[in-house]
């Protein structure tokens, strides 16, 4: 298990270019964010659910937004989407914005 775990940081380092790994960061960061919200959820409890619910559906969203920033930003996928890394980074802006004013939205 070890060898296999050790094989595949040295690929995932020799072959990844920055660009995606440090979206790679950015979705992990989001991703621990949104358990840590999770757990003092469940052990704190919810009392402004509403904060909760905006708080983990925002960093849900970011994650699904950086997951498709980096699908489409990575070059071995250019085949099957048409537009450029910077068109996706565009969207994935305008869709965070989007995002953004919606939670403010919801917290009232």
Partial sequence: MSAVLSALVHDYAAHTPLRLRA?????????VIALV???YCVLVGSFPYNAFLA????AAACFVFAAALR?????RNAHQFSGSPEGAFAEFVFCHIVLHFI????LG
């Fill in 71 to 75: 699908i489409k930003s990575d070059k």
């Fill in 103 to 106: 939670v403010a939205n919801f």
């Fill in 23 to 31: 979206i790679d960061a950015y979705m992990a960061f989001c991703a």
């Fill in 37 to 39: 919200q999770l757990v």
């Fill in 55 to 58: 708080g983990f559906g925002s």
